[in-house]
């Protein structure tokens, strides 16, 4: 009965999660049922549970997790004053005269998105409301362009300052700033591989991406390329800042989320755009998603702390590390098992369940340092199919409530496939070639 009570606590937790019980509430509610289990064995007294309220204060007194409310709260602010929105616009307009032009945009402003606010909703919500109608009005295929802004959008996955890898270096025991350094080049390249499936699309199918018409590629007052200074500018100073004061070890990752989210503010304020509507938006996105991983954070802790009662943890231990391979093994299982779980299960989840269960296996086999880093960031460009693979990829449903009926889900699940394609050869580039991450860690 000792031996199973692991493997049962595993399987129970995500039998009730695919059940569709929330995740927090489920991962709380097993560990309680297992507590009591456990301590009628005699494998542990109740005083055990006297650790979690002071983990709890714990979680609450992390100054890494602070930031993530920091970014959120700057991402949301930047899409609900409609600076987003001129970002897109005007990158349009400069990009629409070329076939595939405005396909091409949406990767490029992605990026710039994921790089000025790390939250993919915003980005995917703001692409999918500017864009897709433009597109579609003038003969873009519907694949093509709802696959082009879910997959663009969720580059705020892995581009740097992203919430994921706040998230995943607290989890990893690792450096903000390694994390955030490691997942640059990364980042970047899977935007460049994405613009030239973009490209391959327009020389190929050209009937697929057509070029905009000249009305569409012109701004009302200012000429074009003043416009597009104007428009780009103050964003990249603010990411500059942001990620500069991190990586130049001036700034902790929370001192710089707390710039980043006053800069968006005055950016905001600048234009003529902070209300007491936007603000109040804002603050109710930022408080949604912080509770949520909060939250999960509570239940994961409690469930960490029963199933290490019940040895599930030496288990798990001894499961990855007797893999044939070694290191091998435990990268092929682990990508897998992240791979599926994407299918089903939102990266919060994913990184307070999994990760905790396959750090202590990788150090176990000598992951250390710069090759842990290189494994958070493998994690990272995995954890972000997460939002596209169907049925459940969040980014699906934030452009289906954006989307207009006429096109079907079925065509948005389509036009993600080859996406997730060219994730997966970015994942595979970074497995093969390590310093793609370590380059710039020094």
Not at 301 to 310: E, K, N, S, Y
Request: proline share 6%; no cysteine.
């Amino acid at each position: 009965m000792v031996d199973v009570l692991g493997p049962l606590m595993f399987f129970a937790v995500f039998l009730l999660i695919f059940s569709g019980y929330p995740v927090a509430f489920a991962l709380g509610g097993v560990a309680l049922v297992f507590a009591v289990i456990g301590v009628e064995v005699g494998l542990f007294d109740w005083g055990l549970l006297s650790a979690l309220p002071v983990r709890i204060f714990g979680i609450m007194e992390n100054q890494i997790l602070l930031a993530v409310p920091f970014f959120i709260f700057m991402g949301t602010v930047l899409e609900k004053s409609r600076l987003a929105e001129d970002l897109l616009k005007t990158i349009g307009a400069l990009f629409g005269r070329a076939r595939g032009g405005l396909a091409l945009a949406v990767v490029f402003v992605g990026a710039l998105l994921a790089a000025a606010t790390g939250v993919v909703g915003a980005s995917v919500v703001a692409m999918g409301l500017i864009s897709l109608p433009v597109m579609l009005r003038y003969g873009y295929s519907p694949v093509l362009a709802t696959g082009v802004i879910t997959a663009s959008g969720t580059l705020g996955q892995i581009i740097p300052p992203s919430v994921v890898l706040v998230v995943l270096a607290d989890q990893m025991g690792l450096s903000v700033g390694d994390l955030f350094l490691g997942s640059l080049i990364p980042g970047l390249m899977l935007a460049g591989l994405y613009a030239v499936y973009v490209g391959g699309v327009a020389i190929f199918k050209p009937e697929a991406a057509p070029a905009l018409p000249p009305e569409e590629r012109t701004l009302s007052g200012l000429p074009l390329l003043r416009q597009v200074a104007l428009v780009m500018v103050p964003p990249l100073v603010l990411i500059l800042l942001v990620l500069g004061s991190i990586f130049a070890g001036v700034a902790t990752p929370t001192e710089a989320g707390a710039l980043g989210a006053v800069g968006a503010l005055l950016l905001a304020l600048a234009n003529g755009r902070l209300r007491l509507k936007t603000l109040k938006a804002a603050m109710d996105e930022t408080t949604r998603l912080t509770t949520m991983v909060v939250f999960l954070l509570i239940g994961s802790t409690a469930f960490a702390l029963v199933f290490r009662g019940v040895y599930g943890d030496l288990w798990i231990e001894h499961l990855l590390t007797n893999l044939p391979g070694g290191v091998v093994g435990l990268l092929i299982v682990a990508n897998l098992a992240i791979f599926v779980l994407g299918f089903f299960l939102d990266f919060f989840e994913i990184a307070f369940i999994i990760i905790p269960l396959i750090v202590p296996a990788a150090r176990a086999l000598g992951m250390e340092g710069d090759t842990l880093v290189w494994f958070g960031v493998m994690i990272a460009m995995n954890l972000q199919t997460s939002f596209l693979t169907p049925p459940f990829g969040f980014a699906l449903f934030y452009l289906r409530g954006v989307t207009p009926k006429t096109v079907p889900t079925t065509q948005i699940y389509r036009g993600v496939l080859p996406f997730i394609g060219v994730q997966l050869v970015g994942l595979l580039l970074v497995i093969l070639f390590p310093e793609l991450v370590t380059a710039l860690l020094g």
